[in-house]
């Protein structure tokens, strides 16, 4: 396999992990009361606010972590029902 070929299957692969983790926290989310969306393509979250713009939440640091407000704030990504807390909080829904 060519290097071209093999840096493409590495990230597939890591969008592939990306999504997973991503769908873990939007189900932690809802556990919580938070109502989150996947994005189409699974390349982020979507969290509604009635008051304000939609926050978005992406996986960042080559996945290791879940950011949000424009990457300021972020998560360990192996702790998503602590990233839950931490967006709920960060939301004023705790």
């Known amino acids: 396999m060519n290097p071209l070929m093999a840096a493409r299957l590495t ?4 969008e592939g ?3 997973a983790r991503l769908v873990r926290l939007r189900d932690q989310l809802i556990a919580v009361g938070v109502v989150a969306n996947l994005r189409d ?3 982020a979250l ?3 606010r009635e008051d304000s713009t939609p926050l978005w939440v992406v996986m960042s640091y080559g996945g ?3 950011s949000w407000q424009s990457g300021k704030v972020r998560h360990p990504a192996d702790d998503p029902v602590g990233a ?3 967006l709920a909080e960060f939301l004023g829904r705790s």
């Open 17 to 19: 992990q990306d999504a």
């Open 84 to 86: 839950a807390a931490a």
């Open 41 to 43: 393509n699974n390349s």
């Open 11 to 14: 990230e597939v692969a890591m």
């Open 46 to 48: 979507m969290i509604p």
């Open 64 to 66: 290791a972590f879940y």
